[in-house]
């Protein structure tokens, strides 16, 4: 299931980015007492109580400016409007009520979205209390006062913030359609794959209004299955610096990703992998999607019978923190194996949702153990007594041993090895839990 996407957004200096680490839990973004040092959206995970979501941080709003870079975090912060569930509107009591935050807030109206509005630099009630009821005439409903630097009032801030989050029953968890997510930096062909997919197949096409989120779905039928693709081909914006166009990618693919269950990372054949592929991949990565990487414009390059075996090498030697992926080689301008994208696509979702016997895991677990010995520290080895798998989408494993300190990542990563080996699992990631049980 998806989580919640909530935005930071206000003007800049109002303390966005103190807000969103104190809130996030480490530094992630960069703070400085300068207008405008956040221009690029920073996304992270937050649990509160028993509610997840992903938190975006955005650049300062300057509603009318004529400033190159302040248009450009205008528009970014615009998307992660676009694409939010909920908007945390950070003003700033020690600025007072500026006109740029009425503008903001008319902007902010016009989303339909809830906004929560948060007064920052509240360090003492005593002294800014009063101050606070200023902002009521905002018209955003009450103010909620926080100190991201002393951080105080999170609590009430974050309550709030949750409580307008769909109930479950209401999310997209009744839809059993699989749900494939096209990423990639702009100009890679994402819309033309689909293009493709829809003329090629003759596929029945319907648009389903998009969700919270600025998205329209597509529902491919092929071969009597349905599919929901989920374009973000509308990252490509007019703008012509080249850093700011792959800045843009971010919210909107975090967003798809969190939908899917495939994700499909596109590249460009003639480019090759680049840093911002890697950062695109990464999300799905991290979030547990199934995963194909399409090479697309494969009718471009010049080819010899070595030519695909090098390009492959060369992605897993980028990319080597997703060994499991699965690799093709596509032209959607020609249509080279673009249909075959729908038989990857299935093997992958049976991938997502494979069960294991607790007894086979076990045999492989003694199998594993024996041929190559556990790791020991200061004269204590480490046990493995048990395996279990406990989830699906993506598979998650359970092992139980008797000091979680000696089970190195590199064991851990030997173990998923010869469980793949025996199992495949291409296309998907594996999830591990190592859980401490007491030597009897």
């Known amino acids: 299931m998806s989580r919640p996407i ?7 200096n109002v303390g966005k980015s103190t807000l969103f680490n104190a809130l996030a839990g480490e530094r992630i973004s960069i703070v400085k007492d300068t207008p405008g040092v956040t221009r690029d959206r920073i996304y992270a995970d937050v649990t509160w109580l028993d509610k997840q979501f992903t938190m975006i941080d955005t650049g300062g709003i300057e509603p009318e400016t004529k400033d190159l870079m302040l248009a450009h975090m205008r528009e970014q912060a615009e998307i992660a409007i676009a694409t939010a ?6 003003v700033d009591v020690r600025q007072g009520l500026v006109d740029a935050d009425f503008k903001v807030a008319d902007m902010l109206r016009r989303s339909g979205k809830p906004i929560v509005l948060t007064v920052n630099k509240v360090d003492s009630v005593a002294k800014f209390g009063a101050d606070v009821y200023e902002f009521y005439n905002l018209g955003l409903g009450d103010p909620f006062s926080v100190s991201a630097a002393s951080m105080l009032g999170f609590g009430d801030l974050l309550d709030e913030v949750v409580s307008h989050f769909a109930p479950e029953s209401m999310e997209e968890a009744e839809d059993e359609r699989p749900r494939i997510a096209i990423v990639g930096k702009p100009n890679v062909g994402k819309s033309s794959i689909i293009n493709r997919l829809l003329g090629e197949n003759r596929c029945i096409v319907s648009d389903i209004a998009g969700t919270t989120r600025d998205a329209i779905d597509t529902a491919v039928t092929f071969q009597d299955k349905e599919y929901i693709f989920i374009d973000t081909a509308g990252l490509r914006r007019k703008n012509k610096i080249k850093e700011e166009i792959e ?22 054949a003639q480019e090759g992998v680049t840093e911002q592929d890697a950062k695109i991949a990464g999300i799905a990565h991290e979030r547990g999607k199934g995963i194909i990487i399409a090479v697309n414009k494969w009718d471009a390059i010049e080819k010899d019978d070595k030519t695909i075996y090098k390009q492959t090498n060369k992605i897993r030697e980028i990319l080597s923190f997703l060994p499991y992926a699965e690799i093709m080689f596509i032209s959607a301008k020609t249509g080279q194996r673009v249909t075959k994208m729908f038989d990857i696509i299935e093997v992958v979702i049976q991938n997502r949702t494979l069960r294991i016997q607790t007894g086979v895991l076990n045999e492989i677990l003694m199998e594993a153990t024996a041929l190559q010995q556990p790791p020991s520290d200061k004269g204590k080895r480490l046990r493995l007594y048990y395996i279990t798998q406990v989830a699906i989408e993506p598979p998650t494993f359970v092992i139980f041993v008797n000091d979680k300190q000696l089970m190195h990542y590199s064991y851990t990563r030997y173990i998923e090895n010869k469980i793949r080996d025996a199992f495949g699992f291409s ?3 594996l999830k591990f839990i190592i859980r401490e049980r007491k030597e009897s």
């Open 6 to 12: 909530v935005a930071i957004v206000g003007r800049p």
């Open 247 to 268: 800045r843009f990618s971010i919210i909107r693919t975090v967003s798809a990703v969190e939908r899917a269950d495939v994700v499909i990372v596109v590249i460009d």
């Open 427 to 429: 296309g998907t990631s």
């Open 85 to 90: 569930d909920v908007i945390m509107f950070v």
